[in-house]
């Protein structure tokens, strides 16, 4: 099992930017892809971005394309996301998740993850 610590979260204005941090640790974090997701309130949680094991792919969500990436250092075993030009509706607990062992890919379906943060709260104002 790996275990996902979050951090970065906090409260910022809209058009501004926050990198976001997960620490990961067990050795089940190798070969797998990761995921940044995220749950505002009354809203199901989304995929926003995923990252293959190797960094060199990545996939976002269209609301965060252009504005948001993805990556991640192997050797310190943590994975990022900078977010960029942030906006209200980017406000959510954002989660890092490891995809399933045996995912492929950049899935962005929340069933392709587990091992879930407890998540950091990013609150945006206008």
């Known amino acids: 099992q790996v275990q996902l610590v979050e951090s970065g979260g906090g409260l910022v204005q809209a058009g501004s930017s926050v990198r976001l941090s997960c620490a990961a640790s067990?050795?089940?974090?190798?070969?797998?892809?990761m995921g940044w997701l995220r749950q505002a309130p009354g809203k199901e949680r989304e995929v926003v971005a995923a990252i293959t094991w190797s960094g060199g792919a990545t996939n976002y969500a269209e609301s965060v394309k252009g504005r948001f990436t993805i990556s991640r250092d192997n050797t310190k075993n943590t994975v990022y996301l900078q977010m960029n030009r942030l906006k209200p509706e980017d406000a959510a607990v954002y989660y890092c998740?490891?995809?399933?062992?045996?995912?492929?890919?950049?899935?962005?379906?929340?069933?392709?993850?587990?091992?879930w943060g407890q998540g950091t709260q990013v609150t945006v104002s206008s």
């Open positions: 067990g050795r089940t974090f190798n070969g797998r892809t």
């Open positions: 998740a490891a995809g399933r062992i045996g995912v492929t890919g950049l899935p962005m379906g929340t069933m392709s993850y587990d091992s």
